[in-house]
T-cell receptor
């Protein structure tokens, strides 16, 4: 069974840093297109970042320069390093898999909540 | 960047109704469009990918159509489990992924 489990969220002050993790099972993160989608409280879905199987990483303009996506193939885990956090980064962050050739996300984790507040 | 609009933003319907939601892209995206259903407090669930391909396990009352800049999600006979918010999402090699603002389907 394909499964994604996020962790690492929490309460952080503006300007702080946080690293989110997404542990995958049932498939290899190194062979997949996998990324992050966030949802601010009461709002819609916003794509954040994705890594392609060949290694290319891409970021939404709203987070570019402040976040870094990486993979640890030995742990089959995806990471999102978030720096210079802002109040408007407050959201539920979902890890999601995007099968090659489909251009969309078929499997989602349960999400990890990030709250940026002083 | 490619923008997506959805109409209506809210749709009030009854069980058994035929429901149609429209998603429009600011430029052509061929058939790179997906539809998701999200219920309050739940994870989004993909229903349709590449405009018209139904995900495994999704009831056949859901269907998607369109190409280029205009797409529709149709529920042929609305069921109690279908009251939710629906999002479209596009993929483009330049702007990558964008979600629409959502359409809430509620009980009339």
């Amino acid at each position: 069974e394909v499964r994604l489990v996020e962790s690492g969220g929490g309460l952080i002050q503006p300007g702080g840093s946080l690293r989110l993790s997404c542990a995958a099972s049932g498939f290899s993160v190194s062979g997949s297109y996998i990324g992050w989608v966030r949802q601010s409280p009461g709002k819609g879905l916003e794509w954040v970042s994705i890594v392609y199987s060949a290694g290319g990483t891409y970021y939404a303009d709203s987070v570019k320069g402040r976040v870094t996506l990486s993979r640890d193939t030995s742990k089959n885990t995806l990471y999102l390093q978030m720096n210079s956090l802002r109040v408007d980064d407050t959201a539920l962050y979902y890890c999601a898999n995007a099968p090659w050739g489909q251009g969309s996300f078929d499997v989602w984790g349960q999400g990890t909540a990030v709250t940026v507040s002083s | 960047d490619i923008q997506l609009t959805q109409s209506p933003s809210t749709l009030s319907a009854s069980v058994g109704d035929r429901v149609t939601i429209v998603c429009r892209a600011s430029q052509s995206i061929d058939n790179w469009l997906a539809w998701y259903q999200q219920k309050p407090g739940k994870v989004p669930k993909r229903l349709i990918f590449k405009a018209s391909y139904l995900d495994s396990g999704v009831p056949s009352r859901f269907s998607g159509s369109g190409s280029g800049t205009e797409f529709t999600l149709t529920i042929s006979s609305l069921q109690p489990d279908d009251f939710a918010t629906y999002y479209c999402q596009q993929f483009n090699r330049n702007s990558l992924f964008t979600f629409g603002p959502g359409t809430k389907v509620d009980l009339k």
